[in-house]
């Protein structure tokens, strides 16, 4: 018999299953990919074989052309992946069709939590807290400093700043898959009802949410608007690098606005000329993190993907067994 868990291998470009000679969110093309979800760190294109959720496929799909040997597994379905080991994918709450993935073998669970928040998402299922033997938690706002408020007094302050100078627009940067559409959805939520202008790289992905049946309202390019003056008053999202570009000048007045967890942060929002810091941020926050690692209680953590040491730190004083992971290739596509 193999030592406990020896199955499981973190390597520093992904976590390994050996029996199974398949990879989770590995940094590099590899023959079989167990992936959690669409962020560029983690879903990288030229697999052989790529085993995630419709959704993240269908993202995969869309930023990278890979439609081949594309397997769809649902949320709560089993897989056998090979080499006695069952892989289940369950809801994460991070973006639309976003995974834990929870690997089982000789009696052993494992749950890779990929990228995850509690916080709630109109755009995506909510993270379930199941019970496994070893928990791999994603750490990158893994800090007590990082507690993100609720995103409905993020969301006002936004439509604030809209009544507050109706001769201006408000310019969001926002991450094109998954930040965008959540800011979106939780301005419907709040009522307002008016038409959302798009840069042109947030389109397909919009489209792609309101396919798997998220309804975002009347969006439109910025492109396609009849004139400058047809903006004043209203919302425009944009990808982070387009704030400060030439694109921007089309715009009246824009006040620029970001939607981003490292909002908190003024320099990150000095550096970048955002005016309006909304901290919104698709990732668990300190508290999260840990609430969830009380949930969940497993056996034994793995930290990962950020700021691994004050995790580690809150784990043993709390006699709670964790190790931290050195994965490399993993970047905030997302944050
Ligand atoms: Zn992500
Ligand atoms: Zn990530």
């Given amino acids: 018999m193999s030592a406990p868990f020896s199955w499981i291998r973190p390597e520093p470009q992904g976590i390994y299953i050996a029996p ?79 995974a834990q993935i929870l690997l089982e073998h000789a009696g052993e669970r494992v749950i890779i939590t990929g990228d995850y928040k509690r916080a709630p998402d109109p755009t995506c299922t909510p993270f379930a807290v199941t019970p ?13 400093v990082f507690t993100h408020p609720p995103i409905r007094e993020e969301i006002s302050k936004l439509l604030k700043s809209l009544t507050d100078e109706p001769e201006s627009c408000v310019l969001v940067g926002a991450y094109a898959l998954g930040k965008a559409q959540r800011v979106i959805a939780e301005l419907r939520a709040s009522g307002h009802h008016d038409t959302i202008w798009l840069h042109g790289a947030m389109e397909a992905m919009c489209r792609l949410y309101e396919q798997h049946g998220v309804a975002l309202g009347d969006l439109r390019l910025v492109s396609d608007a009849p004139s400058k003056e047809a903006l004043r008053g209203s919302i425009v999202i944009a990808p982070p690098s387009a704030l400060n570009d030439r694109w921007s000048r089309r715009l009246p007045d824009p006040v620029t606005a970001m939607a981003s967890g490292w909002m908190r942060v003024r320099g990150r929002a000095r550096q970048r000329g955002v005016e309006l810091p909304l901290v919104i941020s698709d990732h668990a926050d300190w508290n999260e993190l840990t609430q969830t690692i009380a949930e969940v209680n497993p056996h034994e953590t793995w930290i990962t993907h950020g700021r691994e040491e004050a995790l580690l730190r809150w784990c043993e004083l709390g006699q709670r067994r964790a190790r931290a992971l050195a994965l490399v290739g993993y970047e905030d596509e997302d944050d």
Avoid at 62 to 90: H, K, M, Q, W
């Fill in 20 to 98: 199974a000679d398949v990879w989770v969110d590995p940094s590099r093309p590899v023959p079989r990919a167990l992936v959690t979800h669409g962020h560029a760190d983690h879903a990288r294109g030229g697999h052989g074989q790529t085993i995630a959720t419709p959704a993240t496929l269908a993202i995969m799909e869309l930023r990278y052309n890979t439609r081949e040997g594309a397997s769809p597994v649902a949320y709560g379905e089993s897989v056998c992946i090979g080499g006695d080991v069952t892989a289940t994918f369950l809801p994460a709450g991070h973006v639309l069709g976003s």
């Fill in 132 to 144: 496994c033997d070893i928990f791999i938690t994603e750490a990158t706002f893994g800090l007590p």
